[in-house]
């Protein structure tokens, strides 16, 4: 069957410190994975997006990794701050092309960071 | 630049009624797509449509229907509610690149 599993424990992590979040797929073809951020009772932050043939992507504090054999992502957030205490969805696409667009999403990992 | 605009922010419907929820995308963006999000849960996608077609239908029984107008905001409607339906619902605008942005969704709940 299809799964994305991200880690289903809360992370919880010291200010300061490098957060990392895992995104695993089973029976998908990704050609994009996408990371959000959710805070409570709003809507999902798009944060950076990954092609399936590309190894890594940064933006300032924050790092994905794609690694299509393994059929995992991770996320990265380095120098960590309690701002960034939210929950983090990863999302698949398996459309290559065109206008047809449909995101698969993992559960999300519930991140604290403490001060 | 306005966001996503969703409404309404709450609502709250009976059993077997029927409800429409309203998304305005960001200006220019001709792409919609609608989610639900259970509380907990990932989202889960409902509808996408492009240009006032439909170009993808998720998992969701015939209850669920949406249209796109030609200023492309667009509109989802939910028939004989269950219980089941009460959810976070999300609509996702897109222009030409390959993220959407979100709105802060509608919290509907049926009692």
């Known amino acids: 069957s299809q799964k994305i599993e991200q880690n289903s424990e809360a992370l919880n992590i010291q200010e300061g410190k490098t957060a990392t979040l895992t995104c695993n797929y089973t029976n998908y073809s990704p050609a994009y994975l996408q990371w959000y951020r959710q805070d409570p009772g709003r809507g999902p932050v798009f944060l950076l997006l990954?092609?399936?043939n590309e190894k890594e992507k940064r933006k300032e504090r924050l790092k994905v990794t794609f690694d299509t054999t393994l059929k995992q992502s991770l996320f990265h957030i380095t120098a960590s701050q309690p701002a960034d205490s939210a929950t983090y969805l990863c999302a698949l696409d398996e459309q290559k092309a065109g206008n047809n667009r449909k995101l698969i999403w993992g559960l999300g990992t519930s991140l604290a960071v403490n001060p | 630049d306005a966001g996503v605009t969703q409404s309404p922010t709450h609502l709250i419907k009976t059993r077997g009624q029927h409800v429409t929820l309203r998304c305005s995308p960001i200006s220019g963006h001709k792409s919609v797509s609608w989610y639900q999000q259970v509380l907990g849960q990932g989202p889960q996608f409902i509808f996408q449509y492009y240009e006032k077609e439909e170009r993808g239908r998720g998992n969701f029984p015939d209850r669920f229907s949406a249209r796109q107008f030609p200023n492309y905001s667009s509109e989802l409607n939910v028939n004989a509610l269950l219980l089941g339906d009460s959810a976070l619902y999300l609509c996702?605008?897109?222009?030409?690149?390959?993220?959407?942005?979100f709105g802060s969704g509608t919290r509907l709940t049926v009692v």
């Open positions: 996702a605008s897109r222009g030409q690149g390959l993220a959407g942005t």
């Open positions: 990954i092609r399936e």
